[in-house]
């Protein structure tokens, strides 16, 4: 059996949230209290993602004076231009921004605006895409996305739509190469915050380490469930996990193989079927009805 890549990196899992608001735009807590409130919660990282909008003076928040010994922050914003098939404004979320991003240039489209924040080093991921009925199409146009966020927390307990995996499957299916991200979008106007996180394998808390690891696909995401090891031998995938109620894998389309069970810390389930699309992606699943998601396996890896 050979371990995927983000269990055999080097360093450990820092579990951190991507994607949150605070007074900088439309959220209720100031920068510092958002800060803490993430820090005392047990996370390693958080980037506080306020709305790259005008009527806020396009911000890059700035959090670093928050940083400890235990707790770090990226910078990052979260970017709006018009307008998907929809006619809704885009909302596509940058990690690790410089703090003097440009503001928004006139006329500059999803397109342009995502490659931008990808070529200042940022990881670009596509978010809450069911909330806003994000199209095939539309994703098809942001050639600089790193991933999409498949769980949206807010958007689920808010209005029953924060699954993005839907989207996420028919890319992975056309062959595009991205992964999967979970987080809060917390505005913390009610109880929005730890829901879904990633948890990110890298040498360090360093955020330049960190981003790194997630332009690499060196995470996974969650709701509770720990994954502690996904290997495979081309014919079978082995999971090893904190005790689930289900461990499954996933391929294109139907393709599927899963085990159900009380307490499964390990699970070995057949390739054969899945491995025909090309690539899988674990679920686990434990009592509570809480998930975890690896990220896409590719199977010429």
């Known amino acids: 059996m050979r371990e995927i890549e983000t269990f055999a990196q080097p360093g450990q899992f820092y579990r951190g949230n991507l994607h949150c608001h605070s007074t900088r735009s439309d959220g209720r807590l100031g920068v510092e209290a958002v800060c803490a409130a993430y820090r005392e919660a047990g996370y390693d990282f958080i980037t506080l993602t306020d709305h790259f909008l005008p009527i806020y003076d396009f911000p890059v928040t700035d959090t670093r004076p928050f940083r400890t010994d235990a707790f770090t922050t990226i910078l990052g914003a979260e ?11 885009w909302h596509i979320l940058a990690t690790g921004l410089p703090l003097d991003f440009t503001a928004t240039l006139p006329g500059e489209s999803a397109s342009e605006i995502a490659a931008r924040c990808a070529a200042s080093g940022a990881f670009v991921t596509l978010v809450h895409p069911a ?8 994703a098809d146009a942001i050639e600089a996305a790193h991933a999409v966020e498949i769980y949206n927390h807010t958007s689920a307990i808010k209005n029953d739509r924060g699954d993005g995996w839907n ?29 879904g996180w990633v948890m990110v394998r890298a040498p360090s808390r360093d955020p330049d380490a ?21 290997a495979h031998d081309g014919d079978a995938i082995e999971i090893e996990c904190s005790p689930a109620a289900a461990i499954m894998v996933l391929g294109r389309g139907s393709k599927a193989a899963h085990e159900i069970g009380i307490d499964l810390t390990k699970s070995r389930l057949p390739l054969d079927r899945v491995r025909r699309g090309g690539h899988a992606r674990i679920v686990v699943v434990d009592d509570r009805g ?4 690896s990220n896409p396996i590719w199977f010429d890896k």
């Not at 970017?79 to 404004?89: C, D, F, I, N």
């Not at 909330?131 to 539309?138: C, K, R, S």
């Open 79 to 89: 970017m709006h231009v018009p307008a998907t098939a929809l006619g809704e404004t």
């Open 167 to 195: 989207l996420l499957d028919q890319l992975l299916s056309q062959g595009r190469r991205l992964t999967g991200c979970a987080s809060d979008d917390a505005h913390f106007h009610f109880d929005d915050a730890f829901g």
């Open 210 to 230: 960190l981003v790194d690891a997630l332009k690499h696909g060196h995470y996974y995401s969650s709701q509770g469930p720990l994954l502690h090891s996904i």
């Open 290 to 293: 809480r998930r975890a998601w």
């Open 131 to 138: 909330w806003y009925g994000l199209t095939v199409g539309d």
